[in-house]
């Protein structure tokens, strides 16, 4: 870009995208003059999806606005909670956030997941067609115009992960109500119905089930339930209401 230079502050929230030299005050950038403040941002390495208002010289202006010589800008980033219009709030996850996956689904929250990688255009797509807010690390994707909602998993620690989620969308929770595997319904059921996939020991300890409408999988409250029960009761008292 060689034509018009503006002033571009970014809020520290987003300092993550911005190359480390740039990112003490307000950085100088150039623009060619006829692209959207939006493309702008987006050149200086910070996704849409992680930007609430562009404010420049004082006034909020949407991200069609064409940036003139000696402008100031100011890049919010989004507000929490932030809202989903259009469609009940459901969540796409790519490849790289299994473990956030299964947790989210564990607190009833209807989340797909691609357990290969399918590429970015695909996931796009999925997105769109399905009205899925996509959650990933990937800037790239997170860029793409098809995309129906996104949003940047700042962390790599599932914790961290689920909580930021949470709170930025405060989704509804319902917990031990999906299949932490398929995101398929729960459904109670009889020790007979699922008696195919118990092992002795469980067959004869256990006796409160639960099987996945869509792909069959039984669950109880087994061995590693009371780390699951954290999990749900730290969830639910700070996101609950």
Known sequence: MNGPEIRVEFAPELHVFVPQARR????????????????????????LTEVGTLVVDGHEVPVSHVPAA???????TVARPQRVPGAPLCF?????????????????????YESTDIGD???????????????????????RRELWAGAFVYST??????????????PELRPWTRCTACNGLLRQA??????????????????????????????WKGAHHEQLEAIVERALAEFGS
């Open 70 to 76: 000696g402008e100031s800008v100011t890049v919010r």
């Open 190 to 219: 009889t020790k007979d119905e699922v008696a195919d996939q118990l092992k002795h020991g469980t067959h004869a300890t256990y006796d409160v089930f639960a099987q996945c409408t869509k792909c069959g999988r039984a669950y």
């Open 121 to 143: 255009p695909a996931l796009a797509a999925r997105s769109a067609a399905e009205q899925r807010v996509m959650l990933s690390r990937d800037r790239g994707l997170l860029r």
């Open 24 to 47: 003490a005050g307000a950085l100088r950038a150039t623009t060619d003059g006829v692209s959207s403040l939006g493309h702008v941002v987006e050149s200086l390495g910070v996704p």
């Open 92 to 112: 796409l996850l790519d490849v790289h956030l299994g473990t956030l996956a299964r947790r989210l689904r564990l607190l009833g929250v209807d989340t797909a």
């Open 157 to 170: 620690r599932p914790e961290e992960q689920l909580r930021d989620v949470l709170d930025r969308f405060q």
